[in-house]
């Protein structure tokens, strides 16, 4: 089973920007498509954005379109999330994992630790 380490949150000013990185174990890390959620308190976990098994293809959720972008990079087992324009809104839990289909918060295995966002007004 692949392992997942989210890292890379922090404190940030509105309108500021943030890289999160997702490291995975294991050798099937690139047979599967990879996905970016959030949980803000008080609200359930969603869907934020995915990418195909080859970085070919990318989805997002409506709320970051245009201001977020995912990749991934097989040879080093990570997939990435940059943040730019970062609104108070965007305050959550973050979160890595294999989506079962994109827009989807149902996913292959188990939810890891996360990685705190908090932007301040």
């Known amino acids: 089973q692949v392992q997942l380490v989210e890292s890379g949150g922090g404190l940030v000013q509105a309108g500021g920007s943030l890289r999160l990185s997702c490291a995975a174990s294991?050798?099937?890390?690139?047979?599967?498509?990879m996905g970016w959620f959030r949980q803000a308190p008080g609200k359930e976990r969603e869907f934020v954005a995915a990418?195909?098994?080859?970085?070919?293809?990318?989805y997002y959720a409506h709320s970051v379109k245009g201001r977020f972008t995912i990749s991934r990079d097989n040879a080093k087992n990570t997939v990435y999330l940059q943040m730019n324009s970062l609104k108070p809104e965007d305050t959550a839990v973050y979160y890595c994992?294999?989506?079962?289909?994109?827009?989807?918060?149902?996913?292959?295995?188990?939810w890891g630790r996360g990685t705190q966002v908090t932007v301040s007004s």
């Open positions: 994992a294999a989506p079962k289909g994109w827009g989807s918060s149902d996913i292959f295995g188990s």
């Open positions: 294991g050798r099937t890390f690139s047979s599967y498509d």
């Open positions: 990418i195909s098994w080859n970085g070919g293809s990318t």
